[in-house]
């Protein structure tokens, strides 16, 4: 069974940073795509940033400048270094994977459990 499990989030004051973590673990072949999303109270989740498995990254408009995703495949690891942030980044994060799990599988998408970043202003 493949997990995921995030760290890092918190509470911060507007202007401060803070940087997350997800870690896979299991019967892993290979992690392709890896990215972060968030949802605030009331709203639907979002893409924040992901990052492909040759390092690609696209990040959500309303991030771009502030925020940095970034992996260690060694370590089945994805980073998310927010800086600058503001009371609206305030959310729920969540970490997905892309993973295949042998060489002939198709890749499946796995989600961490969640992570509170809590910005006051």
């Known amino acids: 069974q493949v997990q995921l499990v995030e760290s890092g989030g918190g509470l911060v004051q507007a202007g401060g940073s803070l940087r997350l973590s997800c870690t896979a673990s299991?019967?892993?072949?290979?992690?392709?795509?890896m990215g972060w999303y968030r949802q605030a109270p009331g709203k639907q989740r979002e893409l924040v940033a992901i990052?492909?498995?040759?390092?690609?990254?696209r990040y959500a408009d309303s991030v771009k400048g502030r925020f940095t995703i970034s992996r260690d495949n060694a370590k089945n690891t994805v980073y998310l270094q927010m800086n600058n942030l503001k009371p609206e980044d305030t959310a729920v994060y969540y970490c997905s994977a892309a993973i295949s799990l042998a060489p002939v599988s198709g890749d499946s998408d796995y989600w961490g459990q969640g992570t509170q970043v809590t910005v006051s202003s």
């Open positions: 990052i492909t498995s040759s390092d690609i990254t």
């Open positions: 299991g019967n892993i072949f290979k992690i392709n795509n």
